[in-house]
């Protein structure tokens, strides 16, 4: 069955510092993989796409990497803000036309 | 439509009673996904249409629930004699379904929805 596992499922850390997020998948075929960041009462808004013959792919302080050989993404944020606090959903392609969403991983930013 | 609309955007209703909750996805878009979020937890996938069908329904928790979607578009989600656990927002996602390209999900701003 085709899955996307995210990890850790929350993480509290310190304005800020770095951290990093977790995606892994079993989708064939392979099209795309997205982050998305959800703040809290909206809905999830697209960060960044990967494709197969991406490695990484930054947006401001977001760094996304994508390892298609062991279906591996991870979502890395520097220098922390507060308004990092928000839930981030990692949603893989299957190639044809079926998006497959991983549960997320609640992030929450201290002061 | 220029976004997902979902409606209503709040809903409290007591234990027993019946609950339709209304997506209307991006016009065009074949794709639409429901999901939900209990409070401070993750996605939860619920159904997964493709035009007016739908392929995967495994995420339904139970024979309360069912969806359906008429016109490739509008899709309404019930939810019949609401438990206490069914509070939780409901998210709605619609995309192209394009193979290619188009495979962006857009959500609504959801639904939250309490059983008092």
């Known amino acids: 069955k085709n899955q996307v596992e995210q990890s850790p499922q929350s993480l509290i850390i310190l304005e800020g510092k770095n951290c990093t997020l977790q995606c892994n998948y079993t989708v064939s075929p392979f099209s795309n993989l997205r982050w998305y960041k959800q703040d809290t009462g909206r809905g999830p808004v697209s960060l960044t796409i990967m494709t197969f013959s991406e490695n990484t792919k930054s947006n401001g302080r977001y760094t996304a990497t994508l390892d298609a050989d062991t279906k591996q993404s991870s979502l890395h944020i520097t220098a922390s803000q507060l308004s990092d606090s928000a839930s981030y959903i990692c949603?893989?392609?299957?190639?044809?036309?079926?998006?497959?969403f991983g549960a997320g991983t609640i992030l929450r930013v201290k002061s | 439509g220029a976004g997902v609309s979902q409606s209503p955007s709040n809903k409290v209703t007591e234990k027993g009673k019946d609950v339709e909750l209304r997506c209307d996805p991006i016009s065009g878009h074949t794709a639409l996904y429901w999901y939900r979020q209990s409070l401070g937890q993750g996605l939860e996938f619920l159904i997964y249409?493709?035009?007016?069908?739908?392929?995967?329904k495994s995420g339904l928790p139970s024979d309360r629930f069912s969806a359906e979607r008429t016109g490739g578009s509008v899709s309404t989600l019930t939810i019949q004699r609401t438990q206490q656990e069914d509070s939780a927002v409901y998210l709605c996602?619609?995309?192209?379904?394009?193979?290619?390209?188009?495979?962006?999900?857009?959500f609504g701003q959801g639904t939250r929805l309490t059983v008092v």
């Open positions: 249409f493709q035009g007016n069908s739908a392929p995967d």
């Open positions: 996602a619609s995309s192209s379904g394009l193979k290619w390209g188009g495979t962006e999900a857009f």
């Open positions: 949603v893989v392609s299957e190639g044809g036309n079926k998006l497959v």
